[in-house]
C-alpha cells in the first residue's frame, strides 16, 4: 500500500502522535523540547519522510534566519566575488543567504528591497548605488530591518558601513606612478552610478597637488555597466587624438582599464613600463581577471575578504545586542598595491 504524501505540519503531527505545539516548538528550535520527544520526532521525520515548508514556516514568526544580500549587478566579476564572500559568511554563520541582483537598475534595488521586507529577514547587507538609490526607501527600510551597508556608502542610513578607503588606495598608486615614471592622467566616466568613482577623483586631485603635479583629469561619455565597452571606445577617441598628457594614465576602475587596453592594443601602442613601451595603463579593485590581460594590469586590490566579513559580523552583532542606528559604525579597509606589467 502506498503511503499518501503528508501536505502539512497539522497532518504530521497527527499520524505522528505529537501535539501539533510540540511539533512546531522543535522546528523553530530542536533542544527547545526533551531529548525523548526529540527522539519520537526525528524518527517520525525519517518514516514519512516529511519536510516541512520552511517558507510558510518563516511567514508565522516575527523574524526569520534569513539574510538579504543585494548587489547592484552580478554580472560585475567584482559584485560576484564580494557577494559570494558574504553569501559563504552568511552560511558559516548559520544564516540563509537570499542573494539578488538589481541588474544595473535603481528601480530594481527598490523592488528588491521590498521584496525581501515580505520575507521578513533577519537582517539585510545592501552594496548600495549611492546617489542613484532611492534615499527615502533605502533610510525607511533601515528603519524597519537592520541594515548594513557595503562598497558605497550612504551617510547616515543603516546601522554601519564597510568599504575600501578610496583616498589611502588611490594616493597610494598616484604615489607609485609618480616615483616611477611620468604622473598620471585620470581616465572616469562622465556619469558615474557608483559614489566610490567620485571619491576616487577627489582622492586623484588631493594626491596629485600633494606631490606637486596639476591633475589631468578625461573623462568618457556613456552610462551603465558597459565599463569595458566604454573604456574602449572612449578611451579609445582619446588616444588617437592624442588627449592624454602624459604617458600614464590612471582608470577609475579596472573594467574601464581593461577596455582602454584593448583599445591601445588595437592602435598599435605598446603597453607597459619598459624603455620601448607607449603607455602605462593602471587601474582600481583588482577585478578578477586583471591578472590575465595582456600585458597584467597594474591596480589596486580591495579587500574582498575582509570587507564581506566585517560586513556580515557588524550585522550579526547588531542582531545580538540589538544596537540602534545611533550606533552606527563606519569602517574602512586600505588597499593595496598590485604592481603588474602594465605600469
Known amino acids: 500500500m502506498v503511503q499518501s504524501k503528508i501536505r502539512n505540519m497539522e497532518e504530521f503531527a497527527a499520524v505522528s502522535g505529537i501535539s501539533r505545539p510540540t511539533v512546531s516548538k522543535y522546528f523553530n528550535d530542536p533542544d527547545s523540547v526533551r531529548a525523548s520527544t526529540r527522539e519520537k520526532i526525528e524518527a517520525a521525520l525519517k518514516k514519512h519522510d516529511y519536510h516541512p515548508n520552511v517558507f510558510a514556516m518563516n511567514q508565522n514568526r516575527r523574524t526569520t534566519k534569513n539574510i538579504g544580500?543585494?548587489?547592484?549587478?552580478?554580472?560585475d566579476p567584482f559584485f560576484s566575488e564580494i557577494g559570494r564572500r558574504v553569501e559563504?559568511?552568511?552560511?558559516?554563520?548559520?544564516?540563509?543567504?537570499?542573494?539578488?541582483s538589481s541588474h544595473g537598475d535603481p528601480e530594481l534595488e527598490r523592488s528588491n528591497l521590498n521584496s525581501l521586507r515580505s520575507l521578513k529577514p533577519a537582517g539585510v547587507l545592501l552594496a548600495p548605488f549611492g546617489r542613484m538609490s532611492d534615499e527615502a526607501s533605502v533610510k525607511a527600510f533601515s528603519e524597519d530591518i537592520p541594515l548594513v551597508l557595503f562598497d558605497a556608502n550612504m551617510p547616515d542610513i543603516g546601522q554601519a558601513f564597510v568599504g575600501t578607503d578610496n583616498f589611502q588606495s588611490v594616493n597610494l598608486i598616484v604615489e607609485y606612478l609618480c616615483r616611477s615614471g611620468e604622473p598620471p592622467c585620470f581616465f572616469e566616466m562622465k556619469n558615474p552610478m557608483n559614489p566610490n568613482a567620485n571619491k576616487r577623483r577627489q582622492a586623484y586631485v588631493e594626491s596629485m597637488e600633494r606631490h606637486g603635479h596639476e591633475p589631468k583629469i578625461h573623462q568618457a561619455e556613456g552610462e551603465g555597466w558597459n565599463f569595458e565597452e566604454i573604456g574602449s571606445t572612449e578611451g579609445g577617441r582619446l588616444l588617437s587624438s592624442k588627449a592624454f598628457e602624459t604617458n600614464t594614465i590612471l582608470c577609475s576602475n579596472d573594467?574601464?582599464?581593461i577596455g582602454l587596453l584593448a583599445s591601445a592594443y588595437g592602435q598599435g601602442y605598446r603597453v607597459g613600463h619598459s624603455a620601448e613601451c607607449h603607455l602605462r595603463i593602471a587601474g582600481h579593485d583588482d577585478h578578477p581577471f586583471a591578472q590575465f590581460t595582456c600585458p597584467p594590469l597594474t591596480t589596486i586590490a580591495q579587500n574582498y575578504e575582509a570587507i564581506a566579513n566585517r560586513a556580515v559580523g557588524e550585522l550579526f552583532a547588531m542582531l545580538e545586542n540589538k544596537a540602534s542606528a545611533t550606533d552606527r559604525v563606519e569602517t574602512l579597509f586600505e588597499g593595496r598595491l598590485i604592481m603588474r606589467g602594465s605600469a
Open 88 to 100: 559563504l559568511a552568511c552560511i558559516d554563520a548559520g544564516f540563509s543567504p537570499i542573494l539578488l
Open 69 to 75: 544580500v543585494v548587489v547592484p549587478n552580478l554580472a
Open 255 to 257: 573594467r574601464l582599464a
